[in-house]
């Protein structure tokens, strides 16, 4: 199984720019979602799924836009692309039931916004 | 709104030797989930434990168990018997439910780095 597959693994954008992270799972997880990760602070939850065709905000939702078109692929999109919004991003995603927040990461995607 | 302290940046343990990581919450959920998650040098984000607001008992997984004192409001991790590998970031989380869309949406501290000393 290849769990959670994030692309790409690094990516540099000019502000202004467009830009979609691509996040798949195989694993059939109802649940999927997206996090950011600045330096010495912890996750913080952009966007959430919690099935095809349902999508809600988190924390930090500004920004960014998600859609949930099948099971398998939770993509977040940058609208238009800000220096604050150099980050890491994990996508993540868990099955219903399985004792709620026990999530599956991505290995990340490293943003850098000139 | 919930909230996750973690009050050590920084932790040294010798190999072998056990060690706790503190972490102290805030919430007005009546129910909720503690977790903590590994982050090693390469990056990715691993589940190690979970403790639900309800559960009786701390619970354990191998070497790692969450020392949970709900009055307290803290959800302390032990590891015992340090290995090299458990050198990482650990981060404690919260849940703003037991169960339900809210059982998966984490709240985050800023981590413990904690290094192990051969």
């Known amino acids: 199984n290849a769990g959670v597959t994030q692309t790409p693994k690094f990516q540099v954008l000019k502000t202004g720019q467009s830009m979609t992270l691509q996040c798949a799972q195989d694993m059939n997880h109802e649940y999927m979602s997206w996090y950011r990760q600045d330096p010495g602070m912890g996750l913080r939850l952009i966007h959430y799924?919690?099935?095809?065709?349902?999508?809600d905000q988190g924390e930090v939702p500004n920004g960014y836009n998600v859609s949930r078109s099948t099971t398998e692929d939770f993509p977040l999109r940058l609208l238009s692309a800000a220096p604050s919004q150099t980050s890491v991003y994990f996508c993540?995603?868990?099955?219903?039931?399985?004792?709620?927040?026990?999530?599956?990461f991505g290995s990340g995607t490293q943003l850098s916004v000139l | 709104a919930q909230k996750i302290t973690q009050t050590q940046p920084g932790m040294f343990v010798q190999e072998k030797e056990a060690v706790t990581l503190d972490c102290t919450y805030d919430t007005s959920d009546p129910s909720y989930g503690l977790f903590w998650y590994k982050q090693p040098s390469s990056g990715e984000m691993i589940f190690l434990i979970y403790?639900?607001?309800?559960?009786?008992q701390n619970a354990t997984e191998g070497r790692y168990s969450l020392n949970f004192q709900k009055a307290r409001k803290s959800a302390n991790l032990v590891i015992s018997a340090s290995q090299l590998g458990d050198s990482a970031m650990y981060f404690c989380?919260?849940?703003?439910?037991?169960?339900?869309?809210?059982?998966?949406?984490?709240?985050f501290g800023k981590g413990t780095k904690l290094s192990v000393i051969p």
């Open positions: 799924s919690v099935g095809a065709g349902i999508t």
């Open positions: 993540a995603s868990t099955k219903r039931g399985t004792g709620g927040g026990k999530l599956f």
């Open positions: 989380a919260m849940s703003s439910a037991y169960s339900g869309a809210g059982s998966y949406q984490l709240t």
């Open positions: 403790q639900g607001s309800y559960d009786q």
